[in-house]
């Protein structure tokens, strides 16, 4: 629910995927938005935004353009509009994924260790390291990707991650 009504699902669509009536996943969306008025006003004022300056930025201040917000078209239109309210979030999401990456493999060599990383798959990094590294080696990957974000940005939540060691990347989640 929580990103179904942030990127603009109707009633009709939240309807089919929770497998409820209309006017409940309508209720829901009124209770929600209720809740957390931010959340419209973060909406509506980042798509005043965008029609404005035909971007967004993310919050180290990258721009994502959008030529077709204004588009006549109303599906293109409202596909600008979603996007534009996704960019900023998803966009600094792989923002700091991509600045962990940068610093990855002068950390790994810092802390003396041979792990090498393989692969992102969205927010996660995947190491290959030696049995006995694996420790030091999580411990590395952890540190670089929670202050990914610094110094150009102090998050006010802390970045938490999640890791795991395992012999393949399916037995690791």
């Known amino acids: 629910i929580n990103f179904g009504i942030i990127y603009g699902i109707s009633a009709h ?7 409820i009536p209309r006017s409940e996943a309508a209720d829901y969306i009124k209770t929600y938005l209720k809740r957390f008025p931010e959340i419209h006003d973060y909406v509506e004022r ?21 030529p077709d917000i204004d588009a006549s078209n109303p599906t293109v239109r ?8 996704n960019a900023p979030l998803q966009g600094a999401a792989a923002d700091i994924i991509r600045r962990a990456m940068i610093r990855m ?13 393989l692969l992102q798959v969205h927010d996660e990094l995947v190491f ?14 952890t540190e670089v990707m929670e202050t990914a974000a610094e110094p150009a940005i102090h998050m006010t939540v802390p970045m938490k991650v999640e890791a795991a060691a395992a012999d393949n990347w399916a037995e690791a989640h």
């Open 13 to 19: 669509g939240l309807s089919r995927q929770l497998s």
């Open 105 to 117: 493999p002068d950390a790994l060599t810092a802390a003396g260790l041979s792990a090498k990383m």
């Open 128 to 141: 290959e390291a030696p049995q006995a590294e694996v420790a030091a080696t999580i411990a590395t990957v």
């Open 78 to 85: 409202a596909f600008n509009e979603r996007a534009a309210v």
């Open 46 to 66: 980042t798509k005043a935004f965008a029609r404005e300056h035909r971007f967004v930025e993310t919050m180290f201040g990258r721009r994502v353009h959008f």
